[in-house]
C-alpha cells in the first residue's frame, strides 16, 4: 500500500490512500453488477496491521489489531 503514497514503508496513511483509490472504483463495480442483476459483494483483508497499537508494530505478531480481518459485505437482490 505504501506505493499509493511514494513511499518505501506502509503506514496507517498509506493504507488510507489504498482504501481511497479502491473507493473511487467500487462504485463503478456496484453500478456494473447491478445492470446484471443479484449480486453479493464480500470484502476482506487477509489480516490486519499494527501502527503503534499497544506499541506494536506490524503484522508477525498476535495482537486484535492483526488477528481481526477487515469485511464488509453488500448485496443486491
Not at 501502527?51 to 503484522?59: A, E, Q, T
Request: hydrophobic share 40%; aromatic share 12%.
Amino acid at each position: 500500500m505504501w506505493h499509493y503514497l511514494g513511499q518505501s514503508t506502509d503506514t496507517v496513511a498509506s493504507q488510507r490512500a489504498a482504501l481511497a483509490y479502491a473507493d473511487t472504483h467500487l462504485g463503478r463495480l456496484i453500478d456494473q453488477l447491478t445492470a446484471r442483476g443479484p449480486w453479493l459483494v464480500i470484502l476482506c483483508a487477509d489480516h490486519g496491521d499494527a501502527y503503534g497499537d499497544d506499541g506494536f508494530h506490524g503484522r508477525g505478531i498476535v495482537h486484535p489489531s492483526v488477528t481481526t480481518v477487515p469485511y464488509a459485505a453488500w448485496w443486491h437482490s
